[in-house]
């Protein structure tokens, strides 16, 4: 029995040795398999196209994106799709048109409710309308009463008016100088608050950037900066393309601004190699040609750059500062 358990103990060890070895391999390649991909975009007078392809562990997981048309995103693992953006579109396209199509009905069943409501309305509206002691064919009685009415409305009016202007004309001088002293005195109280808040906030904003410009003065500052501008590079430089090849031509519609741009591609052309021609249309404002990128990307030479920027003593030192100061 006892041998038994044994060599059941011996298998489960085999099998999590199996397992956490395919997951050390899995992990192995995930950081030291590079991940290529391939651009290559297109334009003329008619068209405008953008293709993008990347591949991992030869072509075992891909993902490709097309732009304009069909303009979508697929991606593959083994060769199932596990993302296709155009088959999402369209399942939306589908519950949109029904939800719109069930509001519609909502809305017609709403309006024929309303239009019930309203002529049962009207219905009321009619039944309860005011009789007058005049004969149907005479309205002159509804009209002077209502005259009468509207002048005796007037002359209350009136007289209520009269009487708040001879209680303003009662009011002395010396009372209402002394009512506009006293707003004089309270705006001029709202103005000295107002300009004195302005300045603390400016003396506050110029403490601030005294502050920063003193700490990024600092050694420790001038330092992180260094090595963060160092390692950004090297990111750069790890994800850059291995190969640019392309013929552009380009033209702004004006001399000087095409001269501008032709400046600008002689200080990027020993960069960007002798593959890229890019020919000037001084006359017409005008961009086509054709782009091709291609390169690849290191998932462990970026993790190592990051984490050596993330992981510097300087750094930690410098946001504690600046929650320092925010304190």
């Known amino acids: 029995m006892s041998g038994m358990i044994i060599k059941l103990l011996i298998v489960l060890g085999w099998i999590l040795l199996a397992a956490v070895l395919l997951l050390l391999l899995l992990l192995l390649l995930v950081l030291f398999f590079p991940i290529s991909y391939r651009i290559r975009g297109i334009r003329d007078e008619e068209r405008m196209e953008v293709f993008v392809k990347i591949r991992w562990l030869f072509g075992l997981v891909r993902v490709d994106f097309r732009y304009p048309k069909p303009g979508n ?10 993302l296709d953006t155009a088959k999402t579109g369209a399942d939306k396209d589908k ?11 909502q ?9 019930a409501d309203n002529a049962e309305n009207a219905e009321n509206t009619v039944k309860k309308e005011p009789t007058c002691a005049c ?12 005259g009468q009415e509207s002048q005796g409305e007037e002359s209350l009016g009136q007289e209520s008016f009269g009487q708040q202007d001879r209680k303003q004309e009662k009011k002395p001088i010396f009372q209402t100088m002394q009512e506009k002293w006293g707003n004089l005195q309270e705006g001029k109280d709202n103005l000295y608050q107002k300009i004195s808040g302005f300045a603390e906030k400016l003396k506050d904003i110029f403490n601030r950037v005294q502050y920063y410009l003193e700490l990024i003065q600092k050694e420790d500052s001038k330092l992180l900066f260094a090595s963060g501008f160092f390692r950004l590079g090297r990111i750069l430089r790890t994800i850059r393309p291995r ?8 033209g702004t519609g004006s001399p000087d601004t095409t001269g501008y741009c032709m400046a600008v591609y002689g200080m990027l052309s020993p960069y960007l190699g002798k593959n890229i021609s890019v020919t000037p249309d ?9 782009l091709f990128v291609r390169g ?18 300087r750094l930690h030192g410098f946001v504690k500062q600046l929650k320092m100061e925010g304190r």
Request: with cysteine.
């Open 296 to 313: 690849r990307i290191t998932v462990v030479m970026l993790l190592f750059h990051s984490a050596h920027v993330l992981f510097d003593r």
């Open 95 to 105: 519950k949109k048109g029904r939800k719109e199509s069930g509001s519609d009905t």
């Open 73 to 82: 995103l697929v991606a593959r693992a083994l060769g199932i799709p596990v």
């Open 107 to 115: 809305k017609e069943d709403g309006k024929k409710e309303d239009k």
């Open 243 to 250: 190969k640019i090849k392309g013929q552009i031509l380009i």
């Open 135 to 146: 004969s149907p064919g005479q309205e002159s009685c509804r009209q002077e009463s209502f």
């Open 282 to 290: 001084f006359e017409n404002a005008v961009l086509r040609g054709e």
